[in-house]
């Protein structure tokens, strides 16, 4: 297991990574070599401790940024693309890029989920790569710097929130600014020794000027003199690199300006139902017809019951009902993730003893496809009781399976929009190109809308209700629907209302391909050049993989999971095969060796920490101020002259005299006094031409204005 020096052999190393990987814990490691190869029958000399099986994990994943920083050296071209979420109240962000093949950077901790934030995180990524590949053997030979970096990010992808679009925006500007300062840095590099004199003396003079004279300069402390030759030297650099810029050719900027923003291909089909589904809800009330059963909670259902009229009132509009609903109180009774609560294993029993199988289909069509099963499971589960009674929740999904309301909601067909954007192997659809598909998806929406017998008659195919005009994806769901639309009187109006929420919020979540756009106005050789996936399914299944991942073994470090992850999904074992030299693997001991006394991790948790108290701070501050015009507002209101007569206000003499702030006044006054509070950017509501006050019929006699 180890050489002649007593250092463990590069065979030995990738075995350990890979039984990581596996999943076996780092103290086995040894045992495990030791367990198989003497399985083969092969002595093996040596052993691994815990400690040097860690230090090996992590060194795949420096091998890996080793190998990200190489691959982007020697690349054309790359996008990125990121996902971020709360595990434990921490944000976490995960990012990939794609240089062909797809590359994982890593899940990183952020101090919070803003746009800038995710800026600063996705540089810190790119100094990081930088650094570690320029100092080893590798990248010794072709050095890679951020102006590289830079130039070859050519897109975004992200979900469509605005902090997404912003972060793209804001990225855009740092390529344009490291341009610049790259082209300006040249430029000053091939000045001749009097240009360059005079553009020194030009710098000294500004930096002497920004401090405010050369007394100020010279007290200024050593690390204030640097930061401030750096702002300096920049602003140069701008001037010049821009005046670089500016004489190139018009097909040289597209080059250098090329970087396009396209949104997650599965977060607009999932904004799609979202909007469908919205109509579909209003689709009832508008057309005067019985909504869904509301399925309320125990609480609610009590208040709806017994309590006041209000109360009730509440319960009924904060509870919900209708397709969605039901679906998810299924899931939770028939498939719950908690292994202690639902009746997944009971359900699991009863299914194979009757169709022979478990269905993982979509919520809705699994219902409706085997409703009478699901049914008699339910009656099942109640009479399996000693009290023969259903829990609320199973009272909740057993009415809303027999209520024809929400049965119509149910009724929902499958498409093959996720069958186009996921059905090509990663890599080779370019959600640049998807233009024209969307506009066939808005299409489809216009057809079915025109005429819903496309799907609903009796004589559908699958050829023309179809959006590709192929086989449905789940045929029976789709017969399921057909053999009941005698028992669903409004099926048409719901399908139609939920196909116009569909094309409105397609026509919204696609406009990145609008005409006059970016990636309207691109070549087929700039898409090339900018390539992204149609689905940004990697960046959220690395969230989703490290949650996994710290559930299974919580103790394990963020760098450790990291390292494991990025070995494994970068082929790293297969590049550092290839591609590194003796030298570079001498580089990846020392380089872990350095980190691990480094305690990046320590120093993470203590940024973390600290913005933690500094957001507090801010917090309790403004908390502070806020208290301070509270009382301030309330000493006003204490010495206001109040005019409670009712026939003062109607004396128009009076009345007249009264300003619209003194009304104000007057209001805030009763409010306070009735434990009213003005909604953020509320104001009173003031008739502006009669101001007109009248008595609230349950104030007590208060007066107030018009609302």
């Excluded at 940024?65 to 976490?92: C, P, V, W």
Aim: proline share 4%.
């Amino acid at each position: 297991m180890k050489d002649s020096k007593g250092v463990i052999n590069e065979n030995s190393r990738e075995m350990v990574r890979e039984l990581a990987n596996l999943g076996l814990p780092m103290e086995h490691a040894s045992a495990a070599i030791h367990t198989v190869l003497g399985g083969a029958g092969m002595e093996v000399e040596g052993s691994i401790s815990r400690r040097s099986s860690g230090r090996i994990v992590h060194e795949g994943g420096v091998a890996s940024m080793m190998q990200i920083g190489h691959e982007i050296r020697h690349s054309g071209s790359f996008t990125a693309l990121g996902d971020g979420a709360q595990h434990k109240h921490i944000n976490y962000e995960s990012r990939h890029i794609l240089i062909r093949p797809l590359r994982f950077l890593g899940i990183h901790s952020a101090v919070d989920h803003t746009s800038e934030s995710q800026l600063n995180g996705w540089k810190q990524s790119f100094m990081d790569i930088c650094a570690l590949y320029n100092s080893s053997p590798l990248g010794k030979c072709t050095p890679l710097d951020l102006a590289h970096v830079a130039a070859r990010l050519k897109g975004l992808m992200s979900d469509h929130a605005e902090d997404q679009k912003k972060l793209f925006r804001l990225l855009e500007e740092w390529k344009i600014r490291i341009d610049r300062v790259s082209r300006g840095e040249e430029a000053v590099l091939a000045m001749s020794p009097p240009e360059l004199v005079h553009t020194i003396y030009r710098a000294n003079e500004m930096k002497i000027a920004e401090a405010g004279g050369i007394a100020a300069w010279d007290a200024l402390s050593a690390a204030q003199q640097k930061a401030q030759n750096n702002h300096v030297w920049e602003q140069i650099y701008m001037a010049l690199g821009s005046d670089a810029y500016a004489a190139l050719s018009d097909d040289k900027k597209r080059e250098v300006n090329l970087f396009i923003w396209a949104g997650c291909g599965m977060h607009k089909e999932m904004n799609s139902v979202k909007g469908g589904n919205k109509r579909m809800v209003a689709f009832w009330l508008q057309a005067g017809l019985v909504p869904p059963i509301k399925l309320m909670n125990r609480d609610n259902a009590a208040a709806a019951s017994g309590g006041t009229s209000a109360a009730q009132s509440r319960a009924a509009e904060v509870s919900e009902g209708g397709g969605v609903k039901v679906t998810s109180l299924a899931g939770a009774i028939f498939n719950h993730k908690d292994d202690k609560k639902g009746q997944q294993d009971t359900l699991r029993i009863y299914l194979e003893s009757v169709i022979g199988f478990m269905s993982h289909c979509e919520a809705a069509a699994e219902l409706l496809v085997h409703l009478d099963l699901y049914i008699d499971f339910l009656d099942l589960v109640r009479d399996k009781k000693d009290t023969r009674t259903f829990n609320h929740m199973e009272n909740n999904v057993y009415k809303a399976l027999h209520d024809i309301p929400t049965l119509t909601e149910l009724a929902s067909i499958s498409h093959p929009y996720m069958r186009t954007i996921r059905g090509s192997p990663t890599g080779t659809l370019n959600a640049l190109d998807l233009g024209p598909f969307h506009e066939k998806v808005k299409e489809h929406c216009r057809l079915i809308i025109a005429d819903p017998d496309l799907l609903l008659s009796s004589s559908t195919s699958y050829e023309t209700g179809s959006l590709d005009g192929k086989p449905w994806e789940r045929p029976e769901a789709v017969y399921a629907v057909l053999r009941r639309i005698p028992q669903l009187p409004h099926i048409r109006g719901a399908l139609v209302a939920f196909f116009e929420g569909a094309l409105e919020t397609w026509e919204r979540f696609t406009s990145e391909f609008a005409p006059g756009g970016k990636i309207a106005q691109t070549t087929a050789a700039e898409r090339e050049l900018a390539f992204i996936l149609p689905t940004n399914d990697p960046s959220e299944g690395g969230v989703g993989g490290f949650r996994i991942e710290t559930r299974q073994s919580p103790n394990k470090s963020l760098t450790t999971i990291n390292a494991q992850m990025m070995y494994k999904q970068n082929g790293t074992a297969t590049w550092m095969r290839e591609t590194l030299a003796p030298e570079d693997h001498a580089f990846l001991r020392k380089a872990v060796r350095a980190a691990d006394e480094a305690g990046l991790g320590r120093k993470m948790r203590e940024e973390q920490a600290e913005n933690d108290k500094r957001v507090v701070a801010e917090k309790r501050e403004k908390d502070a101020v806020r208290v301070e015009k509270v009382a301030a507002a309330n000493a006003v209101l204490d010495g206001l002259e109040l005019k409670l007569d009712e026939d003062w206000w109607k004396n128009s003499d009076n009345s007249k005299k009264v300003t619209v702030a003194q009304i104000d006044m007057q209001l805030a006054w009763h409010r306070r006094s009735e434990g009213l509070q003005l909604q953020k950017g509320e104001k009173p509501v003031i008739p502006k031409k009669t101001r007109e006050v009248w008595r609230r019929p349950d104030s007590g006699g208060t007066m107030v204005a018009a609302q």
